[in-house]
C-alpha cells in the first residue's frame, strides 16, 4: 500500500472537519447578522417614537402619559443594550469559529502536501 492511499482516511477526515468548521462558521456569521437587524429595528422604532413624541410635543399631555412615555423609552434602550451585549457576544462567536476553520484549512493544506509528497 502507498503512503498516500494510507493518507487517503486521514485527509478525508481533515477534509470533514473542514467543512464542518465552515459551516460553523457560516452559523454563527448567520446568527450575528440576525442579531444586527434586530438591533437596527430597536433602534429605528427608538427614532420613530422619539420623532412622534418630538412632533406632537406641542399637544397637552398629562403627566402619567408622559411617565409611561419615559418608562418605555427606558425599557427600549435596556432592549437595545442588552442586544449589543448579545451582539458582542457572537461576535466573538464569529472569532472563534473563524479560527477553527483556519486551523482546519491548514491542517487539510498541510496533509495535501504530505500526500503531494
Do not use: C
Request: a neutral charge; glycine letters at 6%.
Amino acid at each position: 500500500m502507498k503512503r498516500s492511499d494510507r493518507f487517503g482516511p486521514v485527509q478525508q477526515f481533515a477534509g470533514t472537519r473542514e467543512r464542518d468548521a465552515a459551516a460553523a462558521l457560516a452559523r454563527a456569521l448567520e446568527e450575528l447578522r440576525e442579531h444586527q437587524a434586530r438591533l437596527q429595528q430597536l433602534i429605528d422604532y427608538r427614532d420613530e417614537y422619539g420623532r412622534d413624541m418630538r412632533l406632537h410635543g406641542d399637544t397637552a399631555r398629562d403627566p402619567a402619559w408622559l411617565r409611561n412615555y419615559q418608562i418605555f423609552l427606558s425599557q427600549l434602550n435596556a432592549g437595545i443594550a442588552q442586544q449589543q451585549e448579545l451582539i458582542a457576544e457572537r461576535e466573538s462567536r464569529v472569532r472563534a469559529a473563524r479560527q477553527a476553520w483556519e486551523q482546519a484549512t491548514q491542517r487539510v493544506q498541510a496533509m495535501d502536501g504530505a500526500v503531494e509528497r
